[in-house]
T-cell receptor
Framework: TQLLEQSPQFLSIQEGENLTVYCNSS?????LQWYRQEPGEGPVLLVT?????EVKKLKRLTFQFGDARKDSSLHITAAQPGDTGLYLC?????????FGTGTRLKVLA | GAGVSQSPSNKVTEKGKDVELRCDPI?????LYWYRQRLGQGLEFLIY????????KSGLPSDRFSAERTGESVSTLTIQRTQQEDSAVYLC???????????FGPGTRLTVT
């Protein structure tokens, strides 16, 4: 059973465009994380959101945790080729992390 | 400081052979996780170690899979009688027990021919 669904699965955009990736679940999580993974490497943590409704910004990336702590979004402003990669959300419950299906982003120069 | 390291980085094995994958967590991290990532997909939880507590093995897909950890250091994931469907990247992550943050190794790419 896949508890975390990400959308879209694939996204190919031009440099400078904005985009939003969604992470949805019917389950409540104590926190939610976003990772970026590049080919041949392990995922790298971008952000952790803990409080319902929380918004965090990391340069051009904006992360939001849903009020009910069941969903999250990642918005990238003015995407750059360096943003290319696989974006993964992960919900944290007790000691376990449930990973989403992933969104593969390609930003074309 | 040093991050999580895994070895080997790549492993090609014949169907039916046993393989052993190794993970060296960050020093001081008491929690250690193993995940499997099939091509183009998200991460599938396999097993969790926390200090000297009994590990959570609920994610291991079959009894061909086993893992051990010595204290709060090195862990090994063993796959016996490998099958082609075991082909994947196996990722290890460690964290402080009370932290939300996991740190991942680069993974071991396993190919079963």
């Amino acid at each position: 059973t896949q508890l975390l669904e990400q959308s879209p699965q694939f996204l190919s955009i031009q440099e400078g465009e904005n985009l939003t990736v969604y992470c949805n679940s019917s389950s409540v999580f104590s926190s939610l994380q976003w990772y970026r993974q590049e080919p041949g490497e392990g995922p790298v943590l971008l952000v952790t959101v803990v409080t319902g409704g929380e918004v965090k910004k990391l340069k051009r990336l904006t992360f939001q945790f849903g009020d009910a702590r069941k969903d999250s979004s990642l918005h990238i402003t003015a995407a750059q080729p360096g943003d290319t990669g696989l974006y993964l959300c992960a919900g944290h419950r007790t000691y376990k992390y449930i990973f989403g299906t992933g969104t593969r982003l390609k930003v074309l120069a | 400081g040093a991050g999580v390291s895994q070895s080997p980085s790549n492993k090609v094995t014949e169907k039916g052979k046993d393989v052993e994958l190794r993970c060296d967590p960050i020093s001081g991290h008491t929690a250690l996780y193993w995940y499997r990532q099939r091509l183009g997909q998200g991460l599938e939880f396999l097993i969790y170690f926390q200090g000297n507590s009994a590990p959570d093995k609920s994610g291991l897909p079959s009894d061909r899979f086993s893992a051990e950890r010595t204290g709060e250091s090195v862990s090994t994931l063993t796959i016996q009688r490998t099958q082609q469907e075991d082909s994947a990247v196996y990722l290890c992550a460690s964290s402080y027990a009370t932290s939300y943050e996991q740190y991942f190794g680069p993974g071991t790419r396993l190919t079963v021919t």
